[in-house]
């Protein structure tokens, strides 16, 4: 080792305080850069697992092989697996109380097929012979056809052959609903049977997640014995790749020309799973790349602005070393490459350090993730892994090197260049004129002398000074713009949810009015239910002219020959204790309201609504209280008037079960929806009565176990929907992102206050000389007091002076970038704003106050004995 080495390490060793903490800024810098890059692997990873577990493993589809081809495909070098799979046909489900669901429908999968796509067993086995099948658990809710393991099930398989030229001439699949005439309602669709086939019951499933909530029969799965391609029939072979990269895309398409394959498409690959590979393009994983490049760069301008400063600090402290090595015939490279080498010592030590310390918190984060993954039922099945990559560790270090030369390159220049003069004489610390520190004389009528010494020494080193202002700005500037767009979710959540005051709905649809009237009698009777609301609703629409409808709304609705706008109105029902208390609660009498002679309502003036992605909450009614609107329908032919109904007050309180949307809403009473729809003639506007419903809406103390007491006493298939699920979701979604930025506030912070500690601590070490002279000039203890406080003072108003200005004006640019999906009005975040004044004052105020009570300890007489700056 050379003596310029040495020195370098002697010097590092002599200011451990300094060296401490330039590497545990290094360490925290490389700590984020390595979980950044685990975070986005591991979340890729995880979605792909996610993907695998809902959609099975495979990546490309080619239907309709045969032998051969199969054979062709497996051989193939690219081939990891092959899946076989065959749609045998539809069959009547006998007894099948379900009437959208009355066929089953007879799926065929090979041995690695049951393995490989997400089936999961109830109860029982899978199927190892063509006479064994595997049913469905909806079969037994939804249909009410109680069947179990053992039972012989016989079935006539065919194909759901159309009537209709409105669904073509080819059988229908899966993923088609019942035909029904679009003209009479009624089915126009029939079973051709091709063959009968008994079965054994061997085993109970969940519903298949691939089987369409729509479709027309429950899934059930037989086996797939391969002896049948023997005969020349065809099936579909899924196909797993032993690697995964964009030019298997291509290969595969290769593959199936090769193989006459005419039929394959890009549609023919599993794209969701794909896309996490990166072999489709993907917005997410575009998105979650380029932000995690953007938290990089973050990462990078702090971190760079504490190693920088640090090395800087140590150029200078070093400058008269460097001067004396110059004189004794140390070359510029030599120099330049002392402060190269204490940048690799304190990279050799801090990198493997931050890379376990990033890989161990993100573990430990992904741990707590998980925990509430499991706990918001996000329909997440698995956990996000932990996954450590060669190459998110490998972009870490290399990033962390660049980052630690950046921060060398400018001192190190300096370095090269102090002369053995320069260095003796210190000129390059001493080159300022009276006009560069001249202060306001204000400051000192204000103020007093005390303020302007300090406010002197800032401008006297403003090296350290800005080093330190731009440490504070980028934690005021980091720290407002991701708690603003944190609240800013938060609030766009509250706009989509907040209006929802129940838990869960439930759709008459389906169900007959005996059935509907049973279970309506049987969920308000349950034990967790604490509030409901029965609802009817009733679709029609009313003219308004411009100045009775906002200009907002003129845009998305119809106009007529009158220039009159076309506003969507839902007449909805309460029953009558809760349209009491409604009434009770805007102030309307409630025997008014059910009076025949006028129909009268309450309008709900509030609706939200998008125009060109852009969300909006606003009153639709410009009329008065106390005037009429005119409710008409339509019968696809012409448009015919209803009724009018009196508008006696409106309000923007929701009854349980009101769900705010793009039209207005108008509560009535029971009698007088009959009263309207009586008005409406039978015959030629019978089909307008499809757009009437019934609704239950709940309240629930606990909505999860509500909801699967629902499930068991619903007699058919339900259209149910658990809203406090989806709040839930919502609300966790946020609080996992504010995990992450307030965590990666929480570690960017700590590098700009270590950097902020650094600069002042060591400035202050380097000014005993001065200290020492204005105390031998009589400054007292309370003036000196006085002086590191103003200069505290100097500080964050320095900082918050250019902070608050950049931050303010990145959170405007957040609020337009979300203003062009929310209508929001901006305002600024008070609470956030005070809380950083008094944070970087505190910051500042701490350093100073450490490091000039280390100060006060020097004895004046060694102090001015004291030959460096």
């Not at 590092?12 to 401490?20: A, I, P, V």
């Amino acid at each position: 080792m050379n003596i310029v080495r040495k020195l370098t390490l002697r010097h590092m060793k002599e200011n451990k305080r300094r060296t401490f903490v330039t590497i545990i800024g290094v360490i925290i810098s490389v700590a984020m850069l390595t979980a950044v890059s685990t975070l986005a692997a591991s979340f890729i990873e995880g979605m792909k697992r996610q993907t695998i577990a809902e959609q099975g493993e495979w990546h490309v589809l080619y239907r309709d092989v045969n032998k051969d081809q199969i054979e062709a495909i497996e051989q193939d070098k690219t081939t990891k697996d092959v899946l076989l799979s065959q749609d045998l046909g539809f069959s009547m489900l006998e007894g099948s109380e379900n009437e959208q669901k009355p066929y089953v429908f007879i799926k065929a999968y090979n041995e690695k097929g049951f393995s490989n796509f997400p089936i999961e067993l109830i109860d029982g086995r899978f199927p190892k012979s063509e006479d064994e099948i595997v049913i469905s658990e909806t079969i037994m809710k939804d249909a009410n056809v109680q069947l179990k393991i053992d039972d012989k099930l016989k079935l006539g398989i065919g194909d759901r052959i159309p009537l209709d030229d409105d669904y073509g001439t080819e059988p229908l699949d899966q993923s088609v609903s019942l035909a029904y005439s679009y003209d009479t309602n009624e089915l126009v669709e029939e079973l051709e049977v091709h063959s009968n086939q008994a079965f054994t019951i061997v085993g109970i499933m969940e519903r298949p997640n691939w089987e369409p909530v729509w479709s027309p029969g429950f899934t059930v799965l037989t086996y797939l014995d391969e002896s049948v391609l023997e005969a020349g029939h065809t099936v579909n072979a899924s196909v797993s790749w032993k690697k995964v990269n964009k030019a298997q895309k291509n290969y595969a398409a290769e593959l199936a020309n090769k193989l006459k394959l005419t039929a394959f498409s890009s549609e023919d690959f599993n794209q969701t799973l794909l896309r996490y590979y990166g072999v489709f393009s993907d917005d997410l994983r575009k998105t979650l790349f380029t932000f995690s490049a953007i938290i990089m760069a973050i990462i990078i301008i702090g971190s760079v602005s504490l190693i920088y400063n640090a090395f800087a600090i140590s150029v200078s402290e070093r400058s008269r070393h460097l001067g004396m090595l110059s004189s004794v015939g140390a070359t510029k490279k030599q120099k330049r490459n002392s402060v190269y080498f204490e940048g690799f010592i304190i990279g050799i030590i801090s990198i493997p350090i931050g890379v376990v310390s990033g890989i161990t918190g993100i573990g430990i984060t992904l741990m707590f993730i998980n925990e509430i993954l499991e706990k918001a039922m996000l329909g997440i099945t698995g956990s996000l892994p932990l996954i450590v990559t060669p190459l998110s560790v490998i972009v870490a270090c290399l990033v962390s090197i660049l980052t630690i030369f950046m921060s060398t390159y400018i001192p190190a220049r300096r370095a090269s260049k102090i002369t053995a003069i320069d260095a003796i004489r210190q000129a390059e610390d001493i080159k300022l004129t009276g006009k560069k520190v001249k202060t306001n004389r204000l400051v000192r009528k204000l103020f007093g002398m005390e303020a302007e010494i300090g406010l002197k020494n800032l401008k006297r080193n403003k090296r350290r000074y800005v080093a330190t202002i731009l440490s504070l700005v980028i934690s005021i500037i980091l720290f407002l713009s991701v708690t603003y767009f944190t609240d800013s979710l938060k609030q766009v959540n509250n706009m989509t949810t907040d209006h929802l005051n129940f838990d869960i709905v439930i759709h008459q649809g389906g169900q007959t009015d005996e059935q509907w009237n049973r279970l309506v009698e049987k969920t308000i009777a349950l034990d967790t239910v604490t509030d409901y609301s029965k609802s009817n609703i009733f679709n029609v629409y009313t003219w308004l002219g411009k100045s009775e409808i906002p200009s907002e709304m003129q845009e998305i609705t119809y106009t007529n020959e009158q220039d009159e706008h076309q506003l969507y109105v839902e007449i909805i029902t309460l029953n009558d204790e809760k349209l009491k208390e409604f009434a009770d609660e805007v102030g309307v009498d409630f025997q008014e309201l059910q009076s025949q002679d006028i129909l009268n309502g309450i309008a709900i003036n509030k609706t939200s609504f998008g125009i060109d992605n852009k969300y909006y909450e606003l009153q639709p009614l410009k009329k008065p209280a106390g005037e009429s609107i005119k409710l008409f329908g339509d019968n696809d032919e012409e448009e015919f008037y209803i009724d009018s109904i009196n508008i006696m007050t409106d309000t923007e309180a929701l009854p349980v079960g009101v769900v705010l949307d793009n039209g207005l809403k108008v509560i009535v009473s029971e009698q007088t929806l009959k009263e309207v729809t009586s008005n409406i003639a039978s015959g030629d506007n019978d089909q307008f009565f499809d757009f009437y419903e019934s609704n239950l809406y709940l309240k629930s103390s606990d909505p999860i176990k509500t909801g699967k007491e629902i499930d068991d006493i619903r007699e058919v298939a339900i259209a149910a929907t658990n809203f406090h699920e989806v709040k839930q979701q919502d609300e966790q979604l946020i609080l996992l992102l504010s995990v992450f930025t307030y965590g990666f506030i929480t570690l960017i912070t700590l590098i700009s206050v270590a950097n902020i500690f650094n600069t002042i601590s060591t400035s202050i070490a380097l000014r005993k000389r001065e200290f020492a002279m204005l105390k031998s000039m009589g400054m007292t203890p309370k003036g000196f007091n006085r002086m590191i406080n103003y200069e505290s003072v100097f500080y964050g108003m320095k900082a918050l002076l250019y902070g608050l200005p950049i931050s303010i004006g990145l959170m405007y640019l957040m609020h337009r970038t979300l203003g062009s999906s929310f209508h929001s009005t901006f305002t600024l975040p008070w609470g956030s704003l005070l809380f950083v004044t008094f944070a970087i004052f505190l910051i500042v105020g701490s350093a100073m106050l450490y490091a000039s009570s280390k100060v006060k300890k020097e004895n004046i007489i060694d102090s001015l004995k004291q030959e460096s700056i």
